[in-house]
């Protein structure tokens, strides 16, 4: 696999163009979580989704990473699936991270991988790594995005170096 700046570029555009997609898993893991917390989570549409890949893709760092691993998962296949389970949750959950931005979010993004890869995304036929991605996409956007109330409200420990 070789990545440079083209294939950067077309795994960005890729990216973008899984929008209608996967903004309905993004809110359906929202919606799941929201029931498990009991609270609203706002939803989002494709042109959050676009926005959110967008940002991700404007720091050149973070967009060659990014790009590496959603080109492996899209190629990952294991014959029989189970031998290859760790690799490709490996490679979902970073790259959850990775979308999310840093901690806490990037934690907050991990354990959502998994969540969405069991409860919200179904197993795609073809390769492996595609539903895993498809997971990391929406659990990455959803936990960068705003809508949640403890991301909405002030701090409460802020201040508390002085």
Do not use: C
């Not at 498990?36 to 760092?61: E, P, Q």
């Not at 973070?62 to 690799?87: C, H, I, K």
């Not at 790259?95 to 969405?116: I, N, S, V, W």
């Not at 919200?120 to 996409?137: I, N, P, Q, S, Y």
């Amino acid at each position: 696999m070789d990545v440079t700046p083209a294939t950067v570029r077309a795994e960005h555009e890729r990216l973008l163009d899984r929008a209608d997609d996967v903004a309905p898993v993004v809110n359906a893991v929202r919606d799941e979580l929201g029931t498990a917390f009991d609270t609203d989570v706002a939803r989002v549409d494709a042109a959050d989704y676009r926005n959110a890949i967008d940002t991700v893709f404007a720091d050149d760092d973070r967009a060659v990473n990014v790009a590496g691993l959603s080109m492996l998962l899209r190629d990952l296949d294991v014959e029989g699936d189970y031998p290859g389970f760790v690799v490709d949750e490996l490679l979902g959950r970073e790259l959850a991270a990775m979308l999310a931005g840093e901690q806490p979010l990037r934690l907050l993004a991990e354990a959502t991988f998994h969540y969405a890869d069991v409860a919200v995304v179904d197993d795609t036929e073809g390769a492996a790594g595609l539903d895993d991605l498809d997971a990391a996409l929406a659990a990455g956007v959803q936990t960068r995005l705003p809508g949640w109330e403890w991301r909405e409200r002030p701090n409460p420990f802020e201040g508390s170096r002085k």
